[in-house]
């Protein structure tokens, strides 16, 4: 009877079996255990703590040696962390910006606009260089007439016969011929003319031909002295029209000289 007694009043205290809520705090603070202990380096589970003081220092083993200050001592770093540390950050030449960063000028004056009316008119040399690579009327395109006016590619017979200067000079007359075809057709693609590319194209075929002329010239020429440099270097020396030597030509010569004064 007292012992029913005694059981009634503890019920009536208040006094109840755990909630849920506890329980599940209770498995949270297990399950911490293996953490605490990997972080502590692998201690004997002897020498963890009980486990009800695992939330009382889990908040102490989880803080790490983190450097709180900053590694620079200088001051305008410390103070602006987020400042990029780039200097050509942000600069293009094509969208024309320049640094993120203001510069000072104030020591240099600066230009100050000028109206296009008050500007001087450059002069220009009439006879400069340049003006060989446009057509003799000084347009960005000739016409179709002065393109088709040309004649034959030089043959290699005839270049055979031209100097080394003369096959210099027409070699470079031909390479600036092509610049400029070049240049009128880049022009005429650009405005899409719609005219003159046959005539253009027909003019630099020619000059191609003789420009491959000239080079074929220039080879053989190449390998003749290459053959006479062979040739001398193995004893060869050349002899006169007549097939005979020098030394005998001028031993023949004394002796009919000897015989008409006989």
Known sequence: MARDQSCR??????????????????????????????????????????????????????????????????????????????????????????????????????PKPVSPKDMQPRETNPNHGLWAFFPPNRQPLPTPAYDNAHGRPWAIQELRERSWEDLHGLWHVCVRERNRIATSDLERERIQAGYGGFESQERDKVIRSTMRNIKHVLRERWYAWEDATRMYKRGYRPENFYGLEDVEVEQEGVQEAQGKEQ
């Open 9 to 110: 009043l503890h019920e009536k205290k208040g006094h109840q079996s755990p909630t849920p809520t506890i329980l599940g705090k209770a498995i949270t603070i297990m399950q911490q255990v293996p953490r605490i202990a990997s972080r502590l380096r692998g201690l004997a589970m002897a020498e963890l703590p009980p486990t009800y003081l695992a939330p009382s220092l889990h908040p102490s083993v989880t803080l790490s040696a983190i450097q709180s200050s900053s590694f620079s001592s200088t001051a305008s770093v410390g103070a602006n962390p987020r400042r990029d540390k780039s200097k050509n950050r942000g600069v293009s030449a094509i969208n024309r910006t320049g640094p993120r960063t203001p510069f000072t000028v104030s020591r240099w004056p600066l």
